[in-house]
């Protein structure tokens, strides 16, 4: 897909959190061996070294695979943020990121719109390619706007049948912002038991995982998804040919009683 930068996203992405050391390099590994091309870390995941030397060691040109990273809480601020995106360069071992996200916005610091300014100087210095936000509200892309005259081109956010963000969606829509689904499957094992999914599933000889991840594509959204078995990484990629009807697709959405998000509030997350 083309971002609003004109540069080419993958929409189904290799998520890495919370693997570390060895097991996070051996996923990477494998995760692009069965044909990933976008890879999502962060800085607060503590494996950017381990990612970074397992997209060093595939044999594929660096330009084929979209490394994605993140700038943790307590690196907000203008200096603070150049410095830390300068050190996730670093411990990827590459000439450059091409997706930078602010982590989340923590609005109680107040200080994303000057990290967001140091984001937008990297990438006119070339350090990064694309720049944008995640866990951003509509509240803090407008304040994003209004204060810097940019706007992120994506804003990565918790996104699942359990959990759909409605209003920052709207927003994205409105600002020509695209969404990637963050914990895409809800990241427990319940969605994989819910009956109605089952049964769609089977319908259409899929696992619920590809069902769930189809329904996200089809609502515009990109994915970054996460699993540590070969098999397991290969079937969530192999979602393009699987077609649902309309009603499949609503009842997807409506499959699951929504249950609020899994991770933190954005207005209130302290992820430093
Ligand atoms: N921006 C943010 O604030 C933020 C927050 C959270 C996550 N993320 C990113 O989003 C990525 C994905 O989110 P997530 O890892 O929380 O959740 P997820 O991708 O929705 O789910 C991952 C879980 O589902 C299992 N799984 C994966 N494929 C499966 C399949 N086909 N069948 C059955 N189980 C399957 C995995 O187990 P196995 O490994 O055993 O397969 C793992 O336990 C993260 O890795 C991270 O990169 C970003």
Redesign the pocket.
């Given at each position: 897909m083309r971002l609003a930068d004109a540069a080419a996203m993958p929409v189904v992405g290799f998520?890495?959190?919370p693997l570390r050391g060895a097991e996070a390099e051996a996923a990477v590994a494998s995760a692009l061996d069965v044909g990933y091309r976008l890879v999502?870390t962060?800085t607060r995941y503590g494996n950017e070294i381990e990612v970074g030397r397992a997209v060093r060691a595939t044999g594929l040109p660096r330009d084929e695979i979209f490394v994605v990273s993140?700038l943790r809480g307590r690196d907000h601020g203008y200096e603070a943020a150049r410095r830390a995106a300068y050190l996730s360069v670093e411990r990827l071992g590459l000439d450059r990121i091409d997706l930078y996200l602010i982590?989340?916005p923590l609005p109680m610091r107040g200080a994303y719109v000057e990290a967001w300014r140091a984001l937008i100087d990297l990438r006119e210095e070339g350090v990064l390619g694309s720049i944008g936000v995640?866990?951003f509200l509509p509240e803090h892309l407008d304040r994003l706007r209004a204060e810097s005259g940019e706007l992120p081109v994506v804003n990565?956010v918790?996104a699942?049948p359990g959990f759909v963000p409605g209003l920052v969606e709207a927003a994205h829509r409105r600002l020509g912002i695209q969404t990637v689904a963050?914990?895409?499957?809800?990241?427990s094992?319940r969605v994989?038991e819910e009956p109605r999914l089952r049964e769609i599933a089977d319908r259409h000889g899929a696992?619920v995982?590809q069902v769930v991840l189809r329904w996200h594509l089809r609502q515009g959204r990109a994915v970054?998804?996460?699993?540590?078995?070969r098999r397991?990484q290969s079937?969530?990629l192999r979602i393009f040919d699987l077609e649902l009807t309309t009603r499949e697709y609503a009842e997807v959405g409506a499959s699951v009683d929504p249950r609020g998000r899994i991770?933190g509030d954005p207005e209130t997350f302290e992820e430093l």
């Amino acid at each position: 897909m083309r971002l609003a930068d004109a540069a080419a996203m993958p929409v189904v992405g290799f998520g890495t959190y919370p693997l570390r050391g060895a097991e996070a390099e051996a996923a990477v590994a494998s995760a692009l061996d069965v044909g990933y091309r976008l890879v999502d870390t962060a800085t607060r995941y503590g494996n950017e070294i381990e990612v970074g030397r397992a997209v060093r060691a595939t044999g594929l040109p660096r330009d084929e695979i979209f490394v994605v990273s993140k700038l943790r809480g307590r690196d907000h601020g203008y200096e603070a943020a150049r410095r830390a995106a300068y050190l996730s360069v670093e411990r990827l071992g590459l000439d450059r990121i091409d997706l930078y996200l602010i982590h989340w916005p923590l609005p109680m610091r107040g200080a994303y719109v000057e990290a967001w300014r140091a984001l937008i100087d990297l990438r006119e210095e070339g350090v990064l390619g694309s720049i944008g936000v995640s866990n951003f509200l509509p509240e803090h892309l407008d304040r994003l706007r209004a204060e810097s005259g940019e706007l992120p081109v994506v804003n990565q956010v918790e996104a699942h049948p359990g959990f759909v963000p409605g209003l920052v969606e709207a927003a994205h829509r409105r600002l020509g912002i695209q969404t990637v689904a963050w914990s895409p499957l809800g990241r427990s094992g319940r969605v994989h038991e819910e009956p109605r999914l089952r049964e769609i599933a089977d319908r259409h000889g899929a696992t619920v995982a590809q069902v769930v991840l189809r329904w996200h594509l089809r609502q515009g959204r990109a994915v970054v998804v996460k699993s540590a078995d070969r098999r397991r990484q290969s079937a969530n990629l192999r979602i393009f040919d699987l077609e649902l009807t309309t009603r499949e697709y609503a009842e997807v959405g409506a499959s699951v009683d929504p249950r609020g998000r899994i991770g933190g509030d954005p207005e209130t997350f302290e992820e430093l």
